[in-house]
């Protein structure tokens, strides 16, 4: 029985060992798995050469499946391949082939080798779906190839370096760290669970001060992202402690042990988030003005300040003001992507309220270029420098998903819901401009609505 075949081709502007290299390093599959159809790796043992296994979790549709593969050819530098053990198709072999191509270029080559299940009477009417699918996601992942290689091997350039990270599996967190993998960098997670035997975790406590920095060994930067989930429930008197505790007990913890190390990492960056500014209306902020006075602004004051032992200790320390970080696989643009879907979107109150989003594209972006630029330092805003009002955003959203917006959410509604957590989160106008990312040459990816959500949602 005839198989079925897919190829796409792109030309990269990096060497083929530069190109095969990123794609051997762990993270290569999560990187390249679409926002818009991840999958979860459940169990892997090798990398890409030959014998290697991985077992996927996926979906179609609203459908979980499970998709195991093995790798069965390896030539360094020329090709990989892998091929399917169980999973949805009858067939399916992938072979991923890096072709010299002018002075210093490669050609990425992915071809696919496939059969359907009744593959004589499914795939003439399957094939035309089924490809025009394989096209969107290769699409993607040629393209994040070439702007990953982009960020990690133009502009300037550090030695490979071992990274602490807390957070390491929110949202921000589990898109930064296959990012900084594939980019050779060494990844070491703070954990609150029993650690793996890797030497790639650390177990910590932020609330009995349990952390030994000496087991990751020498380190050379810090990303500090945890805290507890602001939108998640209503602020109860609680809920307000555990959210301001979860981000200065820790912040103080990592600032305090990182200053005792013989040997301080060069940079630690710390999160924070544009809730410093609060409620300013139409007003256009930036990293000078001040703090608001909402309870996000205050929490996101002490926040900072629960690490200004660092930058007295001479260590460069950033804080990451983020605005509202768009990506399918989490946060807000998640929670609305089923209602708008189904034609139930609308406004948000008065819909003139300024959103300051960002793409989680240039979240990461951001993040890896103040860790490469020695003379980042203080607050970095990150976020579009493209803010929209809510009915702008709301408008885009759904032109973007083909759908109608025609049901607002009235503003007594959300306050009646959420209380304080409305008013500030879902109501409140926060237009921030990136200034310190543009003064030192940041160049944002994804800087307008529509384009950002085209691309993360598979519509591009």
């Given at each position: 029985m005839d198989s079925y075949f897919f190829t796409r081709r792109s030309s990269i502007d990096f060497p083929v060992e530069d190109v095969f290299r990123w794609h051997a390093r762990p993270g290569a599959i999560e990187r390249l798995s679409p926002p818009w159809d991840p999958l979860k790796v459940l169990m892997r043992s090798g990398g890409i050469e030959k014998g290697a296994e991985v077992l996927l979790r996926m979906k179609a549709g609203p459908f979980p499946f499970t998709w195991h593969a093995r790798h069965t050819e390896f030539q360094e530098n020329r090709y990989f391949r892998d091929e399917q053990v169980r999973g949805p198709f009858a067939k399916w072999v992938h072979t991923h082939r890096f072709i010299p191509h002018a002075e210093n270029g490669c050609i990425l080559e992915d071809e696919i080798e496939y059969r359907l299940p009744f593959h004589f009477l499914s795939g003439p009417l399957s094939r035309p779906m089924i490809e025009k699918k394989l096209e969107r996601i290769f699409r993607y992942r040629h393209r994040i190839t070439g702007n990953d290689l982009s960020r990690h091997l133009s502009g300037n350039i550090k030695k490979p370096m071992t990274i602490l990270i807390s957070g390491a599996g929110g949202v921000i967190g589990s898109a930064l760290v296959p990012f900084l993998t594939t980019g050779g960098h060494r990844v070491v997670k703070l954990v609150r669970r029993p650690p793996d035997n890797t030497g790639n975790e650390i177990f910590w406590n932020p609330r009995t001060g349990e952390l030994d920095l000496n087991r990751?060994?020498?380190?050379?930067?810090?990303?500090?992202?945890?805290?507890?989930?602001?939108?998640?429930?209503?602020?109860?008197?609680?809920?307000?402690?555990?959210?301001?505790?979860?981000?200065?007990?820790?912040?103080?913890?990592?600032?305090?042990?990182?200053?005792?190390?013989?040997?301080?990492?060069?940079?630690?960056?710390?999160?924070?988030?544009?809730?410093?500014?609060?409620?300013?209306?139409?007003?256009?902020?930036?990293?000078?003005?001040?703090?608001?006075?909402?309870?996000?602004?205050?929490?996101?004051?002490?926040?900072?300040?629960?690490?200004?032992?660092?930058?007295?200790?001479?260590?460069?320390?950033?804080?990451?003001?983020?605005?509202?970080?768009?990506?399918?696989?989490?946060?807000?643009?998640?929670?609305?992507?089923?209602?708008?879907?189904?034609?139930?979107?609308?406004?948000?109150?008065?819909?003139?309220?300024?959103?300051?989003?960002?793409?989680?594209?240039?979240?990461?972006?951001?993040?890896?270029?103040?860790?490469?630029?020695?003379?980042?330092?203080?607050?970095?805003?990150?976020?579009?420098?493209?803010?929209?009002?809510?009915?702008?955003?709301?408008?885009?959203?759904?032109?973007?998903l083909c759908r109608p917006t025609p049901f607002p959410i009235p503003e007594k509604a959300i306050q009646l819901a959420f209380g304080e957590m409305g008013n500030e989160i879902l109501l409140s106008s926060t237009r921030v401009m990136p200034k310190k990312l543009l003064q030192t040459g940041y160049r944002f990816a994804h800087p307008i609505l529509d384009e950002a959500l085209k691309q993360m949602l598979g519509k591009a």
């Open positions: 990751a060994g020498p380190i050379d930067a810090v990303i500090h992202l945890a805290g507890d989930n602001i939108g998640d429930g209503r602020w109860t008197e609680q809920k307000k402690k555990i959210i301001v505790e979860s981000r200065t007990m820790g912040t103080a913890l990592i600032a305090g042990k990182v200053a005792a190390l013989d040997k301080p990492p060069e940079v630690v960056i710390c999160a924070s988030a544009i809730g410093y500014y609060g409620d300013r209306g139409d007003d256009i902020l930036n990293e000078d003005h001040d703090p608001g006075s909402d309870f996000i602004s205050m929490v996101c004051d002490q926040w900072e300040h629960s690490a200004c032992l660092l930058p007295d200790q001479g260590i460069r320390t950033a804080f990451l003001r983020i605005g509202v970080a768009l990506t399918p696989t989490g946060g807000a643009l998640k929670r609305l992507l089923l209602p708008y879907k189904m034609g139930l979107g609308g406004r948000i109150g008065s819909g003139n309220q300024y959103i300051s989003w960002v793409d989680m594209e240039d979240v990461i972006g951001a993040i890896h270029h103040v860790l490469m630029q020695d003379s980042v330092s203080g607050p970095v805003n990150i976020v579009s420098p493209n803010p929209v009002t809510s009915r702008t955003f709301t408008r885009t959203l759904g032109a973007v």
